[in-house]
Nanobody, 121 residues
Framework: QVQLVESGGGLVQPGGSLRLSCAAS????????MGWYRQAPGKQRELVAI???????NYADSVKGRFTISRDGAKNTLYLQMNSLKPEDTAVYYC???????????????WGQGTQVTVSS
């Protein structure tokens, strides 16, 4: 069974920084992509940043220049460094992985439980 466990959320003042982590565990044979999504109250879940196998990285326009996504392949761990945080960054942040398990022929998406990020003075 695959698990994605996020950590690092919390309350921070505008202009501050936070670092989110997501550890993937289980019988994983290959990870095609890992990314961060967020969902604010009353809004749809949206992509924040994603790393695709081969190293391609994409960011939402709203976080470009402020957030940095990275991945430790050896540990199957994903990070999101968030700087210059704004109140509009307040949301539940979810980790996503598109991966293949041992014994499976296809890739599927897995989600973490989410971690709350609140930016407020």
């Amino acid at each position: 069974q695959v698990q994605l466990v996020e950590s690092g959320g919390g309350l921070v003042q505008p202009g501050g920084s936070l670092r989110l982590s997501c550890a993937a565990s289980g019988s994983i044979i290959d990870i095609n992509a890992m990314g961060w999504y967020r969902q604010a109250p009353g809004k749809q879940r949206e992509l924040v940043a994603i790393i695709i196998s081969g190293g391609s990285i994409n960011y939402a326009d709203s976080v470009k220049g402020r957030f940095t996504i990275s991945r430790d392949g050896a540990k199957n761990t994903l990070y999101l460094q968030m700087n210059s945080l704004k109140p509009e960054d307040t949301a539940v942040y979810y980790c996503n992985a598109n991966l293949r398990q041992y014994g499976s022929s296809w890739y599927r998406d897995y989600w973490g439980q989410g971690t709350q990020v609140t930016v407020s003075s």
